[in-house]
């Protein structure tokens, strides 16, 4: 009854073997219709998480550190495309625009319902000069 059972571990894998090992599985942020053949026989991942596709991520000793250098890059990206007004790269959509109307009353920034959900102008959106200004900047930096 009370007797302890020894097992050895298994080794430990390196970042390319577990990169090899999910490299089929689908993205966390897909529909997951089956799970891969050798989910529970070999391993138990049905998941694959977006980092693994950085580069560089299988060969970090300690995956579940972030790098917070990409952080600030993708959230710096974020708010420059925003306020530049990138229509294919800013976070200010459609779908954002419904979800506020939900969430804030907010009036100034609901969806123009006339005009087939023309999305009005933000008062954070930059005018030309200004995007100009900015791009100069950047182009000096």
Same mark, same amino acid.
């Given at each position: 009854?009370?007797?302890?059972?020894?097992?050895?571990?298994?080794?430990?894998?390196?970042?390319?073997?577990?990169?090899?090992? &999910?490299?089929? @599985?689908?993205?966390?942020?897909?529909?997951? +219709?089956?799970?891969?053949?050798?989910?529970?026989?070999?391993? $138990? /991942?049905?998941?694959?998480?977006?980092?693994?596709?950085?580069?560089?991520?299988?060969?970090?000793?300690?995956?579940?550190?972030?790098?917070?250098?990409?952080?600030?890059?993708?959230?710096?990206?974020?708010?420059?495309?925003? &306020?530049?007004? @990138?229509?294919?790269?800013?976070?200010?959509? +459609?779908?954002?625009?419904?979800?506020?109307?939900?969430?804030? $009353? /907010?009036?100034?920034?609901?969806?123009?319902?006339?005009?087939?959900?023309?999305?009005?102008?933000?008062?954070?959106?930059?005018?030309?000069?200004?995007?100009?200004?900015?791009?100069?900047?950047?182009?000096?930096?």
């Amino acid at each position: 009854m009370n007797h302890v059972k020894y097992k050895v571990a298994r080794p430990r894998l390196t970042g390319e073997q577990i990169r090899d090992w &999910v490299a089929n @599985i689908s993205l966390a942020i897909e529909i997951l +219709l089956t799970l891969p053949s050798s989910c529970g026989s070999e391993h $138990n /991942w049905t998941k694959k998480g977006i980092f693994w596709d950085i580069p560089y991520w299988a060969t970090h000793l300690t995956r579940h550190n972030l790098d917070i250098m990409h952080i600030e890059k993708i959230v710096f990206d974020n708010i420059l495309n925003t &306020v530049m007004g @990138i229509k294919e790269m800013t976070k200010d959509n +459609l779908n954002a625009r419904k979800d506020l109307k939900i969430i804030c $009353n /907010w009036p100034e920034l609901d969806l123009d319902e006339q005009r087939s959900n023309a999305i009005p102008k933000v008062v954070y959106a930059l005018i030309k000069e200004q995007k100009r200004t900015i791009c100069q900047w950047i182009h000096r930096l």
